[in-house]
């Protein structure tokens, strides 16, 4: 059964940081790239960030670049987002996501496997 589970979301001021975690079971993690997500109240899922397979290769939405870190423990089967200075704007579900081709990684629709979500508040 694949999984995909968020942790480490929730309330923080504005220019503070969190760390997210997303544990993946039920596939082999380290044949897939793996993205971020967010979706704020009544808008679209948006890409956040995305890490190749080996971890040798990251890229970042212009938003958060500078700001957030995308890491992968291939032993762990985890990957972390990293965020600092938090804006209130960036208060969203964030969702880890797993993807087989690294070409499509950008694409939310590309993806094979997608967490529950975890709700980041940040507020002003």
């Known amino acids: 059964q694949v999984q995909l589970v968020e942790s480490g979301g929730g309330l923080v001021q504005a220019g503070g940081s969190l760390r997210l975690s997303c544990a993946v079971s039920?596939?082999?993690?380290?044949?897939?790239?793996m993205g971020w997500f967010r979706q704020a109240p009544g808008k679209e899922r948006v890409f956040v960030a995305r890490?190749?397979?080996?971890?040798?290769?990251?890229y970042y939405a212009d938003s958060v670049k500078g700001r957030f870190t995308i890491s992968r423990d291939n032993a762990k089967n985890t990957v972390y987002l990293q965020m600092n200075s938090l804006k209130p704007e960036e208060t969203a579900v964030y969702y880890c996501?797993?993807?087989?081709?690294?070409?499509?990684?950008?694409?939310?629709?590309?993806?094979?496997?997608w967490g529950q979500g975890t709700q980041v508040t940040v507020s002003s």
């Open positions: 890490i190749s397979r080996r971890g040798d290769d990251t």
């Open positions: 039920g596939f082999t993690f380290s044949n897939y790239a």
């Open positions: 996501a797993a993807v087989r081709q690294y070409s499509k990684s950008l694409y939310a629709p590309s993806y094979d496997y």
